[in-house]
């Protein structure tokens, strides 16, 4: 992990604002020894288990009923 002088902040804050939204977030430390972190509001990646819903015209008793059946086949 690096931490910045407000000073690196201050002159390359461009670039430092994008390697926060790659690594996820960034460090710096004040003049008076404070250390603060940057974070992007969006995350920099989604997780792959962020999946995206589909709505399908199926019931609870479908569903038990396929779980029933593969149970039943596979056991």
Same mark, same amino acid.
């Given at each position: 992990?690096?931490? &910045? *002088?407000?000073?690196?902040?201050?002159?390359?804050? *461009?670039?430092?604002?994008?390697? %926060?939204?790659?690594?996820?977030?960034?460090?710096?430390?004040?003049?008076?020894?404070? !250390?603060?972190?940057? +974070?992007?509001?969006?995350?920099? +990646?989604?997780?792959?288990?962020? !999946? +995206?819903?589909?709505?399908?015209?199926?019931?609870?008793?479908?569903?038990?009923? %396929?779980?029933?059946? *593969?149970?039943?086949? &596979?056991?």
């Amino acid at each position: 992990m690096m931490i &910045y *002088s407000s000073s690196e902040v201050q002159k390359q804050f *461009s670039v430092l604002l994008k390697k %926060a939204l790659s690594e996820g977030q960034l460090w710096f430390r004040t003049n008076d020894g404070q !250390v603060f972190i940057i +974070r992007p509001v969006v995350p920099a +990646r989604e997780s792959p288990f962020q !999946v +995206r819903s589909i709505k399908l015209n199926i019931t609870r008793s479908d569903i038990l009923e %396929a779980v029933h059946e *593969s149970r039943t086949r &596979y056991s």
